[in-house]
């Protein structure tokens, strides 16, 4: 198909929370600097349930969704060197060009070659779609789209990885695993023997507490609203359970009673501005960080007392875990393939790219983290 339009079946979404269409879309082939990828296998995060939700500012319809995959590559763009037809690859929302100002710094993992674009569904070079359906362009989305059977990224977005890894599972590279072992190990950086709380156990969730477990945490405390995750948690670190319903004290209160004082690391996996408040106010004074991970959306602010910071508190924040995408995925893949970090464990469901819709269902039921697509 090299140089050609391919036509392919893709979840288009339409509307804001109406049903995903399976469509025939027409793919155009990679300009400069682009690749085009077959994607072979595909993960649902909570963030495509947010930007179809209608609530994320940068979600624009009609558009393909899907960030959390992986695929071979069909055809690259004129100069493009990293990658070639064949190659196995991860998709990265987070892009990483390794030259600009971002990249440059060591300080983050966020990139600013091609994220202007990618917030409004094209590509850089004409700032034009590369999908369409009879002539109407359909959005792009996260710089990745991978709800398709096609898609095609920015070079900067494209981790090469080991064409022995098992795709159908190291999908799950391409975003919550590594957000939550990056959350502790780049953001927070947790130390050996700290108190670590979570709240939220859905895939980020439980990938931060692995990460705290090999960072030789002393206790990890989960906190889920669905105490069906605990039995699920202890497999991956979690050494004690809070239900918040199952407290009359606000859970601040809870934690700090439960650890003499406050922990020394808390996680928020959720998206959920209250629980982002309480998530800083369980820290211990002094020096207890908070990390938010969880996106919330478009209008919701956080609050607390300043005093809270002013005697010791940090709050933080972090993207795919701080990781350097094109950089630090392939060496994700190969910690995964040394059997040093779980993926499998995460997948609870497998569906097919025609029941992407019941698969969103599936997210909100209780014990589900992960459901891979074959596309
Ligand atoms: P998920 O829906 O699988 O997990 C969320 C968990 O939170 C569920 O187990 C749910 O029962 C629990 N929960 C909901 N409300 C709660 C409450 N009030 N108190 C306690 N627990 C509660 O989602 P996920 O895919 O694991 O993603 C988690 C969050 O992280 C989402 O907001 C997602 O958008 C965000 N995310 C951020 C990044 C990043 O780079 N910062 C990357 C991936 C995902
Ligand atoms: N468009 C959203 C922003 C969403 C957001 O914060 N995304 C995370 C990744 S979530 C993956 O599941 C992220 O990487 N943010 C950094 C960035 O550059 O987008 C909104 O609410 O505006
Ligand atoms: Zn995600």
């Not at 893709?10 to 025939?24: G, M, Q």
């Not at 002539?135 to 990224?153: A, E, K």
């Not at 478009?298 to 607390?304: A, D, H, L, N, R």
């Amino acid at each position: 198909f090299e140089g050609q339009v391919i036509t392919c079946k893709a979840a288009v979404a339409y509307e804001p929370n109406k049903p995903l269409v399976i469509e025939d879309v027409q793919v155009a082939p990679p300009q400069a600097g682009e690749v085009r990828i077959k994607i072979l296998y595909t993960a649902l995060c909570h963030t495509d349930a947010y930007t179809w939700s209608g609530k994320d500012p940068e979600g624009l319809f009609p558009c393909i969704l899907g960030h959390e995959a992986a695929g071979i590559v069909e055809s690259v763009g004129e100069g493009v060197t990293e990658v070639k037809p064949g190659d196995h690859v991860i998709p990265c929302y987070q892009a990483e060009c390794k030259e600009c100002k971002f990249c440059k710094s060591g300080k983050t993992n966020l990139c600013g070659k091609v994220r202007a674009a990618t917030g409004v569904g094209v590509m850089m070079n004409d700032r034009k779609s590369r999908f369409s359906i009879n002539g109407t362009p359909i959005y792009h989305f996260m710089g990745t789209s991978t709800f398709s059977q096609y898609t095609v990224v920015h070079d900067v977005s494209v981790a090469k990885i080991s064409p022995e890894a098992p795709l159908e599972k190291v999908c799950l590279l391409g975003c919550g695993v590594p957000t939550g072992l990056g959350a502790v190990w780049n953001t927070a950086k947790v130390e050996a023997g700290s108190i670590v709380a979570i709240f939220g156990l859905g895939t980020v969730g439980l990938a931060v507490a692995e990460g705290a477990k090999a960072a030789g945490a002393s206790r990890i405390i989960g906190i889920d609203i669905d105490s069906k995750k605990y039995d699920i948690a202890k497999n991956f670190g979690i050494t004690e359970f809070v239900n918040p319903k199952d407290h009359e004290k606000p859970i601040q209160q809870v934690l700090v009673d439960l650890t003499d004082g406050g922990v020394d690391y808390s996680f928020e996996c959720i998206g959920n501005v209250s629980v982002m408040r309480a998530a800083l106010e369980c820290c211990h004074k002094g020096w207890g960080t908070s990390v938010i991970v969880g996106v919330a959306a478009s209008g919701q602010e956080i609050s607390t007392r300043p005093f809270q910071l002013v005697t010791g508190r940090v709050w933080k924040g972090t993207a795919f875990g701080g990781f350097k995408s094109r950089s630090q995925v392939p060496w994700l893949v190969e910690k995964y393939m040394k059997k040093e970090i779980k993926v499998d464990e995460y997948i609870t469901h497998n569906l097919t790219l025609g029941e992407i819709n019941k698969a969103f269902d599936l997210m909100h039921e209780r014990g589900c983290l992960r459901c891979v697509l074959d596309v």
